[in-house]
């Protein structure tokens, strides 16, 4: 035998974490990755309407992301999020109910695939405007610190996000204030059909903190190691009192888009490269590698979560649609606030 | 010699014919060149204008509005596309306290000949944040004009003239109806800014409307018809200035007015065709003058909510009769 495949085999051998965390981020990634290929399947059917942005490809970031930090953080995002929001602990009744935009999703079908909102979660929300969540992270730390807590608030924001100038506001502030948020930037390569070299000079997104002097670098986004590694020291560093850090992690959207877009600016070859390195395919082979679990144990998360997506589109068919006469709820927290007819 | 083209083509040959006339003319936003526009109104004009005048930017509203703006007061010509007026927000600064300010600012000495456009008004179940409609919004700031359209041959028209205008003039289209068809002449022509157009004439209420409640009003009128009311449809085209003269002249005939308006009711466009017409009809008017806006309240994404806040042809038909006091 080589000396190659030695290496290899010691290393697939050799895990470096424990099995319940490759299982969990396992699930989770499937979970996620499951749950959206049949909201895909539920768009073409026009039971979920309006924009839907799925994450498949990205799963890794949630799931290495979700062991890395507590609860009691705070997490704000884009309108990409349906994976976010379960792995904060959206079920996916309540997240496949509100693409449906029936009563019983998370925000009672006000929202729809781009706004979930979880407070018992400390989930602040998926945002629709492009950058707009960059500011609102930092608040959302500067409560934190305000109260005198160690929790963290993570703000995500795409490729794209990071060219509006609200970012550099809020990484001047946060920096100087030393607020505790993590800022992650989730490169998947491209704003819609704009990928991030026709957008700067500067394309190691993770160098604009250097401007504020934040401490900050590039991530692997494909597999949940690397990110749980790099959140981790990122919130040690946080919970310090440091103030923030910001992490690059590069990732890639295998759709679209949205449902709308057949995304011709890119080729086959680039997606089929980074459809090899799948975080699932990769993580269930080191798993069975690892001797982790066996190919029946794998089988038994597969139908475990094929179970509770479709338990979930089940849930979601059988929900009624909010009463359209409650479209006046909700829009002040003054109950009789008189409204224009 | 007229042929049927839809909405985003006869914004398309506008433009690109004023690009061919005047070469400050250029067009800067997300996704218009290389992708050929998120709704696919710039499609080709890469191709033939080249990357010096169809230009894409990063998601940066504010900065490409304000160097739109710069260019404007230096001599250029900015076509400014914002991929739906909710993301103009952003850009509000430039355009309020800058595009419209400028000429007033300089005494006179520099003008800001410039149009921001793209879609306004809600586009199906898209949300609080996807779903807001700014006629209003930008209608009440001196120094901007209003346009806001959905015919094809209304658009194509007053493209070009808003290009040529030498005022900052915000555009309003519609995401829903780019497919929108529509009646165009091949020969050039122009559209004035300011000139509202009668779509329908009639005789017993008139239904004073804009942007894509255009159609909601003509498809009332139709059905009033069959029941033996005769509705005139004026569509605005632009907001600001409005064309009062053709507002008042129709009440004058009919009587009767009601305000179609997607914006909210607040302090908006339909407020404004409500006093105007009581200042300057008060003795013509028969019954109070009634609005149907969207609901003063955030738009949510079921469809049950959307059905309910948006104004539709079974509202309309509901305020003529009550304008009418037929009781059906
Ligand atoms: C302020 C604003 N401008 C434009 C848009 C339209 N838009 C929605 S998503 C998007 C691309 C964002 O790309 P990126 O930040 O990289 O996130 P990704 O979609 O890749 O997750 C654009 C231009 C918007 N929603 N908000
Ligand atoms: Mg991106």
Redesign the interface.
Known sequence: MGKVADKNKTKASKPKYSKELYLQWYEQMLLIRRFEEKALMMYGQQKIRGFCHVYIGQEAITAGMETALTKDDCIVTAYRQHGTALGRGVTPKEAMAELFGKETGIVGGKGGSMHFFSKENNYFGGNGIVGAQIPIGAGIGFAEKYRGTKNLCVTMFGDGAARQGALHEAFNMAMTWKLPVLFICENNGYAMGTSVERTSNVIDLHRMGDGYGMPNEPVDGMQPETVYEAIQKAAKHIRSGKGPYFLEIKTYRYKGHSVSDPAKYRTKDELNDYKDKDPIKVTEKRILDGKMATEADIKKIKDKIKKMVEEAVEFAENSDYPDGSGLYEDNYVQTDYPYLE | MAREIALRDALREGMSEEMRRDEDVFLMG??VA??NG?YKVSKGMLDEFGEKRVI?T???E??FAGIGVGAAMNGLRPIIEFMTW??A??AFDQIINNAAKTLSQSNGQFKCPIVFRGPSGSA???????SQTFESWMANCPGLKVISIVDPYDAKGLIKSAIRDDDPICFMESEMLYGHMGEVPEEEYLVPIGKARVRREGTDVTLVTYNKMVLVAEEAAKKLEAEGISAEVIDLRTIRPMDHETIINSVKKTNRIIVIDES???AGVSAEVAYIVQKHAFDYLDAPVIRI?A????L??????V???LPNPDKVIKAVKEVMYVNR
């Open positions: 997300e996704e290389q992708y998120a894409d990063p998601i940066a504010l900065g909710n993301f927000v952003l199906g179940q898209l949300a609080q944040q996807h909210w009711p607040f806006n609901a003063d309240t955030n949510p994404y079921a469809p049950t909510f059905e309910e806040y």
